[in-house]
């Protein structure tokens, strides 16, 4: 019998309707840990991966994520069997004399985020990791926390961590300086944008990280907080706006816009929803929030994205060490499990009892000032037409932040040899290369504007070359316009949208003059010039470059740049396989009028500059 990678989903078979089938699918998600933890509990290895951070922490990550998940189940009355196993990690994980020892906090460390966990555990379930310790564990164990949190968090959301970490010890009635909680909390009310946003520290960065961390705790904090009533306030008021906005990057099926770091934290994304209703805040009808939040997890169900066992590989559709972070170990995708945060919340809440609703989505363009996006809601599918920001510090962070356009259907491609101009997958992007060898890509703006539901953007990929983009909406297109100068000659690759194909080259491709068409049996992706005459290519990708699955088709268009001005007028699509997308495809949009468009935003273009980062390497 062929071994099929689905059934190893935890999710897989799950219907994912009800409460209950949501404590079966942690039970499920957990269970397969349990061979792993160490003799005496406190550690957690699943494979031999590396992180940047030494292998105690990653064996504390493997131990603390996983109570994301469990310490809601148990809040809310559920069964766990397992609490005397986390005990056992908590005594001697914070013992210096025991040998799992998880290693002295010295300075900013992975360790601060995982403790964060424990100090939501303390104070969500005291009863279950406190009070059965004995006075030596529970002294080592406050000790620990107090000593770790004495230090400076990394400037992002992190500051949370300590916040956490002081409503555990506070619940535990053990004394630590406040005076840390008040300073961390006022500096990140510093990181509030408006409207609902946040960036996530002082590097301006606007991803996932807003709405399944600053948002995240920020809920979990109005929840549990005491005697902070303007906080909670705001809290709530901050993520009732964000709400209306962040829906449009959930589409009608329940996936997420697939952009930014962390991505392997996969249903983590879908936790903002439930963290509204854990914090009690019907910030958009329950129904429409319960359908958010079950549509994301059932999206997961029939991916690949555990291994053999049943251990959550590193990866987003599948498992793929090319798109994970420098600081992702095995166990980081369990910070999935915050997506669990409603068990906490009784049978009876109007969370659970409430009939799921269609998403909402809209058939006009809806610009996104903030991360400087224009969403688009198209079949099965939501696209986010993007400015561009600027994270070189992340691993393939070009790729994640300052691509022209993200899809939750199709994700996006990483790049794997910087020395493979023609095998780049590009998708959503626009590569030069000027000895057909090395490329370069929009990796940072020197302008970025919106007006309306129309993004420009000023950049450079080499310090003599200047290119200005302009991204328009176009009725299940959208089209890109281009200007390029150059002091020479140059050659040029603009892809599309990436979609699977078949192992066996089945699917049918168009490589003509002016257009490349890829069509797969589920999907149909193009991409046309406008009036151009660069030649279409419906490449193959390299594999394992996809974020959704392992082996794409990737329409796109090559052609020579002259020396001087040359202007390239674009459009793209991608749509589920059928007469709509062949009626699309029919019909391409006409190229836009430049002068219009430097018109418009001379009137009305509004900066979003401040989405990038400053150039500090």
């Known amino acids: ?91 001697n994980g914070t013992d210096p004399e025991h040998p799992e020892y998880w290693g002295t906090v010295n300075s ?46 990394a400037d992002n959301n992190w500051k949370f961590f300590r916040i956490l970490v002081d409503l555990g010890l506070e619940e535990c009635g053990v004394a630590f300086d406040r005076s840390l909680t008040e300073k961390y909390l006022e500096e990140l009310d510093g990181f509030y944008l408006g409207d609902g946003w946040y960036r996530d520290g002082n590097i301006r960065r606007i991803d996932h ?108 559709g599948y498992p793929d060490l090319l798109m994970s972070e420098s600081y992702n170990s095995a166990g980081s995708p369990y910070w999935a499990l915050k997506a669990f945060l409603p068990l906490a919340l009784p049978a009876d809440h109007p969370f659970w009892t409430a009939e799921e609703t269609p998403a909402v989505t809209s058939k006009k363009p809806v610009p996104l000032r903030h991360p400087g996006m224009v969403m688009m809601h198209t079949k ?14 992340m691993r393939h962070g ?10 939750s259907r199709y994700g996006f491609s990483v790049e794997v040899d910087e020395r493979a101009y ?42 003599d070359v200047v290119v200005e983009t302009w991204l328009i909406p176009a009725n299940g297109w959208h089209v890109r316009a281009h200007r390029i100068v150059t002091p020479r000659a140059l050659h040029a690759t603009e892809g599309g949208f990436a979609i699977g194909r078949a192992d066996a080259n089945a ?37 394992n470059t996809n974020l959704i699955v392992s082996k794409t088709i990737v329409p796109q268009l090559r052609g020579d740049i002259a020396a001087g001005t040359t202007v390239l007028m674009t459009a793209a699509m991608a749509l589920p396989a059928g007469a709509e997308a062949e009626v699309l495809l029919a019909r391409p949009p006409a190229p836009p009028d430049l002068a219009a468009l430097e018109a418009l935003f001379a009137r009305e273009g509004v900066d979003v500059s401040a989405i990038m980062v400053p150039e500090r390497f």
């Not at 997420?256 to 879908?270: D, E, I």
């Not at 049918?508 to 290519?537: F, M, N, P, Y």
Request: charge should be neutral; charged fraction near 25%.
């Open 209 to 316: 990280y807003i709405p399944f961390a600053m948002h995240f705790y920020g809920l979990i904090y109005a929840r549990l907080a005491r005697g902070d009533e303007a906080r909670v306030a705001a809290y709530k008021e901050r993520a009732q706006l964000f709400a209306r906005d962040i829906r449009h990057w959930f589409d009608e099926d329940g996936g997420t816009l697939a952009f930014g770091r962390s991505l392997t934290y996969r249903f983590a994304c879908g936790g903002f929803w439930g963290a509204l209703a854990f914090a009690d805040l019907e910030a958009l009808p329950w129904g429409e929030i319960k359908g958010q939040f079950m549509r994301h997890l059932r999206w997961w169900a029939d991916k690949p994205i555990a291994n053999r066992d049943g251990i959550l590989s590193i990866g987003y």
């Open 507 to 543: 699917d049918s491709c168009i490589d003509e003059s002016g257009r490349a068409v890829a069509r797969s049996q589920t999907d149909v992706s193009a991409i046309v010039d406008l009036g151009g005459t660069r030649e279409g290519r419906a490449h193959r990708a390299l594999p």
């Open 422 to 463: 023609h095998q780049g997958a590009f998708d959503g992007a626009l590569a030069f290369s000027d000895d057909g060898r090395h490329y370069r890509v929009r990796e940072t703006n020197e302008v970025a504007k919106i007006a309306e539901s129309t993004l420009f953007s000023r950049w450079k990929p080499w310090a």
């Open 1 to 91: 019998m062929t071994y099929d990678p689905v059934s190893a989903n935890p999710l897989h078979g799950n219907p994912l309707k009800s409460r209950a089938d949501m404590e079966n699918a942690l039970h499920d998600l957990f269970n397969p840990l349990l061979p792993f933890f160490s003799d005496g509990g406190a550690r957690v290895r699943l494979d031999a991966a590396g992180a940047h951070f030494d292998r105690a922490a990653a064996d504390l990550e493997g131990f603390a994520r996983p109570l994301w998940g469990v310490t809601p189940l148990a809040a809310g009355g559920g069964s766990f069997e397992h609490w005397e196993l986390y005990r056992r990690g908590l005594a």
């Open 380 to 393: 099965g599918n939501v696209v986010a037409l993007s400015s561009g920001q600027q994270n070189w510090q």
């Open 398 to 407: 070009t790729e994640k932040y300052a691509k022209f356009v993200y899809s």
């Open 108 to 153: 900013t460390d992975q360790r601060m985020v995982e403790l964060a966990a424990i100090g939501f555990a303390m104070r969500m379930v005291p009863q279950l990791v406190w009070e059965p310790l004995d006075e030596k564990a529970k002294a080592n164990l406050a000790a620990y926390l107090k000593h770790a949190r004495s230090f400076d968090y």
